[in-house]
């Protein structure tokens, strides 16, 4: 169990700081004389010592969205301060407002390091009754904080081998982990993603982790970046800001961490996460701009800019899951490119895609679990830009003003082929405005599979 243990009971414990929800306009008699001249409105706090213990009130407005309640949850975590448990009153709520109330504190009580939050109970009616929904609930939960805590650590303890390593734990969930080394990546052809890790002390992997579900259909896939540090290679990144380069590896940790809800609840679906796990670093062997690469697919690459290296590992990860797992649908997350980040901000991800069903599909998990997206284009021109005269196409283009993160998502859709695939440009939302992870994809697909292929009658 990851960050805070989350308990439901049919009363708060005597002596337990106690988060009250309140509606606008709404106050219950109980808080009557503790809400005078408290309006309830979103974002509003009142923090009241009663006989009882201590009570905090927290205005709730209107909320339309379970996200509304998440956000209260994290507020009233955030309200507690240093207090090592919490009570949630959800005892009038609906179910599914009690478990996002729950949910926003749990994820709100995880700290990499400095943890205090240990208890959360929820106080509800029914604790038996609602127990089902927030196991599914918890499961997400758990996936996010998996995804939070590879994130977080630093490069220099999770180099490739670690990583891998921290993976095969998964087993113990019933999720089949296969690590493939750089022998058995030699003998398969994945050029692209050994010049990325040529360079490092610590040989890339390729992380395969299955969930087998109930249905006799193929999987859906998910494919990361795992890249446990970035220099940006030959082509080295300037100093201010490489420090966040140890969550360049955020886009497999999330698929890792969906991987994880899913099998937490159990969920009937199939699944496949392929993770391209390298460090990419400056080394005698390491590749150059200029070089042509041999991908997994058989095509070549030239080499532009050796700092667009996550392009190439999921070149060689994408084909690994087409060619071995034949996927009914594919989802790529990585810490791409800067260019998403110049155009969306820390507000959504960037969303690229072949299929318009599957992009849909994604938007609509993000917007119910709060990790929103926003769909960019792959046009004919982004790909043209590609041409190479020594290689079947380049890396990526250089020069002032260039849309990189079209030119990267036009390169992925190279090795995608037919299959329905979406790529997710998480590079601007994968940290907090406090540099801490988000777990951001997690807890997205893990929503995607529930709401799209976990139907018989689909398939």
């Not at 943890?115 to 996010?144: I, K």
């Not at 969920?267 to 005698?284: F, H, K, M, R, Y």
């Not at 992009?359 to 021109?381: H, K, N, T």
Request: charged share 20%; hydrophobic share 50%; with cysteine.
């Amino acid at each position: 169990m990851i960050g805070a243990k989350v308990r439901l009971r049919a009363a708060p414990k005597p002596g337990v700081a106690l988060a009250v929800p309140l509606l606008a306009g709404a106050v219950p008699a109980p808080w009557a004389a503790l809400a005078a001249g408290f309006g309830a409105e979103a974002g509003e706090e009142r923090d009241c010592a009663t006989p009882e213990g201590r009570v905090l009130l927290l205005g709730a407005g209107q909320p339309r969205h379970a996200t509304d309640w998440e956000a209260l949850g994290a507020a009233a975590v955030r309200a507690a301060g240093p207090a090592k448990r919490l009570a949630l009153l959800a005892r009038s709520l609906p179910a599914e407002a009690a478990v996002a109330l729950a949910t926003g504190a749990a994820l709100a009580a995880w700290h990499p390091e400095r943890q205090t939050m240990r208890r959360l109970d929820l106080v509800v009616d029914q604790p038996l009754a609602l127990a089902p929904a927030w196991a599914r609930a918890e499961a997400a939960v758990q996936g996010a904080l998996f995804t939070r805590e590879l994130t977080a650590l630093p490069g220099n303890v999770l180099h490739p081998g670690a990583f891998a390593a921290r993976l095969e734990a998964l087993a113990e969930h019933g999720i089949r982990v296969d690590v493939l080394g750089e022998k058995r990546l030699r003998r398969l052809g994945a050029g692209a993603l050994l010049a990325v890790g040529a360079g490092a002390a610590h040989a890339p992997r390729l992380a395969v982790l299955r969930w087998r579900g109930q249905f006799a259909v193929p999987p859906v896939a998910f494919i990361g970046k795992g890249i446990t540090f970035d220099t940006g290679g030959i082509s080295i990144k300037p100093a201010e800001g490489m420090e966040r380069m140890t969550s360049d590896m955020a886009g497999a940790a999330a698929c890792a961490g969906a991987l994880l809800a899913m099998a937490l609840r159990n969920s009937p679906a199939p699944a496949v996460a392929v993770l391209a796990i390298a460090e990419n670093t400056t080394g005698a062997t390491s590749y150059r701009p200029g070089d042509v690469l041999h991908t997994m697919a058989g095509r070549t690459v030239e080499v532009v800019d050796t700092d667009a290296e996550g392009r190439l590992v999921l070149a060689d990860a994408l084909h690994y899951a087409v060619s071995q797992h034949q996927p009914q649908a594919m989802l790529d997350l990585a810490t791409l490119t800067g260019a998403i980040v110049t155009a969306l901000g820390s507000h959504r991800a960037g969303i690229f895609t072949n299929n318009p069903a599957l992009q849909a599909q994604a938007a609509a998990a993000g917007d119910q679990v709060g990790e929103a997206l926003w769909p960019m284009p792959i046009g004919a021109r982004h790909r043209a830009d590609l041409d190479s005269d020594i290689a079947d196409l380049k890396q990526c283009c250089a020069g002032p003003l260039l849309p990189d993160a079209a030119h990267a998502a036009a390169f992925l859709r190279e090795f995608a082929g037919e299959t329905p695939w979406a790529h997710l440009d998480i590079a601007g939302v994968r940290l907090d405005e406090k540099g801490l992870p988000t777990g951001f994809g997690a807890r997205l697909l893990d929503r995607l599979v529930e709401l799209y292929f976990e139907h018989p009658d689909r398939h």
